[in-house]
């Protein structure tokens, strides 16, 4: 994602020979490797699609899946799918419009005024409903969250398509104004327009808004009837610094409903969503290496697992939560516990939810590597009257224990570096304490591309020992020449050692700016919160960062790191065939592993309820004690590679 500067600076007073503008800040995103991953890889497929006109309703709450959105839904990918950057959503997921195009960059156009940016456009819908009043359009939307937030005068707008005329219209649009703190909404109809003030908010933590509009004129209600969201973005110039020039101006967008039997009122949905991220079943990381756990579980596996949902509706309905942890490289299968079952979550609430854990991940020291996919999800949150929102019943989280130690979830919400007079040989440092002594072969650096590659500059790369709880004498040092930016899923840029040593307990790695005023752009996460590890100097004394966040630097440890090793093993794909689709009393599988029959079958519904979980050479799987429904299954073999399908059972 690109980088549009967060106004969040704290302007630090210390040691009378440093000027005031001397600084650590936080900057916005200017691209976004995961998009530029699935750019690179996508087919035309979606254009295949294009033709295929959707029926009512016209659901997306954007749970089931990230990065482009759903294709049987919209025609364009510039929105960018994601679970990350909206701030007490509705639900998980949501589409998020800003300046990065399909490509993971920069839309072209960007410029200190305004340009269009982003478009969200829905595939031709069914609206032959001549003289109907009834059909409303509804959805909730965001600025900023935990990216950027709109400057003045950027807009999220919304238009409808009218075939007649061949034209767009404007119906309804925001303009953010950052000076009076008010999103000012603007509705027309029928050639009038109506001005609504919007609640007020506070910087960077805004609240999600839900707007109902008619879809009742004549013009629309034809069978090729669309709709689609636009916003406008500006390019940050209040900086003379190219590294920190950048704008994300992040709208999120959420639940979008069209559908008959509708009333300007209905903006309830009876619905109960999983509203955050499933957690790391780690106290302090995200991820540890495999060869560590042995010695870290004691201190490091949380006592408890939390869930937070939402109830979206004006009753108390019942729920039943469980959780599954599936060893998705070894042998181990998935382990199942119940959450329990309330009946007292009231309308409109948001709880989280706490389950002690009495599991531990099952340690196989023949592994030099493992991947746990964590599920938790809701099994009673259909009652009567409520709509069947699947995908936001079930959140999920891989826990990773590969060759690294990282407090980072993998995704850059801003990025982090120190500016100003006095900086150009400032030094940051990111605290780590090992479990046991080992050697330390490199390091993994996610690095953010600025406006016109300003943040291409020579740098080195420390570790440091630990001198009462602050960074002590460097121990390596490593010169690098320029940053390297991968434009790939994995998004970190990895740098090997060239030599080796050995670092035990309490250490810290990090960088130091050679002779420029210009900024090292380096990854910020802002959901999780790790400040107290991060240290930064440019006046001869390690200051604790005040930002709430996690750099993302990870210290690769253990055996002999190839160069190319990002993360985690390279898996072979494991490509399979399943029939008959639909099913009724069995399902057939045929691999295209001619050499290894040996695998591991698991049958989860919607939820991620497991039904079936085996490992067998067998080549039919019994599906005659399912109730007809939407499955998936996920074979693996014994070498861990693994797919997932979708199959119907039917009666």
Not at 265 to 287: F, G, M, R, V
Not at 363 to 374: G, H, I, Q, R, T
Not at 398 to 406: D, E, G, I
Not at 442 to 447: F, K, N, R, T, W
């Amino acid at each position: 994602m690109k980088i549009k500067q967060l106004y969040i600076v704290l302007f630090l007073v210390i040691c009378g020979q440093v000027a005031v503008n001397a600084q650590e800040t936080l900057t916005n995103l200017q691209t976004n490797p995961k998009v530029k991953e699935l750019f690179a890889k996508q087919s035309k497929a979606k254009a295949s699609k294009a033709e295929l006109t959707v029926e009512l309703p016209f659901i997306d709450d954007f749970a089931r899946s990230t990065g482009y959105p759903d294709d049987s839904l919209w025609l364009d990918n510039y929105a960018f799918i994601n679970l990350n950057y909206p701030y007490n959503p509705p639900g998980i997921g949501v589409a998020t419009l800003d300046a990065i195009n399909e490509t993971g960059s920069l839309h072209t156009n960007a410029s200190s005024a305004p340009f269009s940016a982003d478009t969200l456009t829905s595939k031709t819908i069914n609206l032959n409903y001549p003289g109907n009043t009834s059909i409303f359009l509804s959805f909730y939307y965001q600025p900023g969250g935990y990216g950027d937030t709109p400057d003045t005068r950027d807009t999220l707008l919304l238009e409808f398509y009218s075939k007649d005329s061949t034209r767009w219209y404007k119906m309804w649009h925001v303009v953010f104004n950052e000076k009076d703190s008010l999103l000012n909404e603007e509705y027309t109809y029928n050639g009038s327009s109506k001005i609504i003030k919007g609640d007020t908010i506070t910087k960077l933590k805004h609240k999600f808004q839900q707007v109902i509009l008619p879809v009742d004129e004549d013009q629309y209600l034809k069978d090729t009837f669309q709709f689609r969201f636009r916003n406008y973005a500006t390019l940050s110039a209040n900086t003379d610094l190219e590294s920190r020039k950048g704008n994300s101006d992040q709208w999120n967008v959420d639940f979008v409903r069209l559908d008959t039997n509708r009333t300007i009122n209905d903006t309830i949905i009876q619905d109960i969503a999983i509203s955050e991220n499933t957690p790391s079943l780690l106290k302090n990381y995200q991820s540890i290496p495999w060869s560590h756990f042995i010695r870290a579980q004691a201190h490091e596996m949380a006592d408890s697992i939390s869930t937070t949902f939402t109830n979206l509706s004006n009753t108390k309905p019942g729920y039943n939560l469980e959780y599954a942890v599936e060893d998705l490289t070894g042998p181990n299968g998935t382990y199942i516990f119940t959450g329990g079952t309330t009946y007292e979550l009231q309308p409109f609430e948001t709880r989280r939810y706490s389950r002690f854990i009495d599991y531990v991940f099952p340690y196989n020291p023949s592994l030099d590597s493992a991947l746990f996919e964590v599920r938790s999800y809701l099994t009673s949150a259909i009652l009567t009257g409520f709509t069947p929102y699947y995908w936001n019943d079930t959140s999920r989280f891989y826990q990773k224990f590969y060759n690294y130690y990282a407090f980072d979830d993998g995704t850059a919400e801003n990025g982090y570096g120190i500016i100003g007079e006095g900086t150009e040989r400032a030094m940051v440092a990111m605290q780590f304490n090992t479990y046991m002594e080992d050697t330390i072969r490199g390091l993994q650096m996610y690095l953010n591309q600025s406006f016109d590659n300003a943040s291409e500059i020579p740098f080195k790369i420390h570790i440091w020992n630990d001198n009462s709880g602050k960074p002590g004498d460097i121990i390596y040092t490593m010169i690098v020449s320029k940053p390297e930016y991968e434009d790939k899923l994995n998004q970190f840029s990895f740098y090997a050692f060239d030599e080796i040593l050995t670092v035990k307990d309490k250490f810290y790695i990090g960088w130091q700016k050679i002779d420029t005023p210009e900024m090292l752009n380096v990854g910020f996460d802002a959901n999780t919160v790790n400040n107290d590890k991060l240290y930064y100097n440019f006046a001869g004394q390690w200051i604790q960062s005040q930002y709430e966040g996690t750099l993302m630097i990870r210290p690769m440890l253990g055996h002999e790191i190839p160069m190319g090793i990002k993360d985690k093993p390279k898996s072979v794909s494991l490509d399979f065939d399943i029939y008959p689709n639909p099913a009724s009393n069995y399902l057939n599988i045929k691999t295209n592993n001619e050499t290894n029959n040996y695998f591991r079958v698991s049958v989860f519904d919607i939820y991620g309820k497991l039904y079936i979980d085996n490992t067998n050479t067998e080549t039919t799987v019994n599906t005659s004690g399912l109730n007809p429904g939407i499955y998936f299954i996920r074979i693996t073999d014994n070498s861990g590679n693994s797919s997932t399908k979708k199959f119907i059972v039917i009666r």
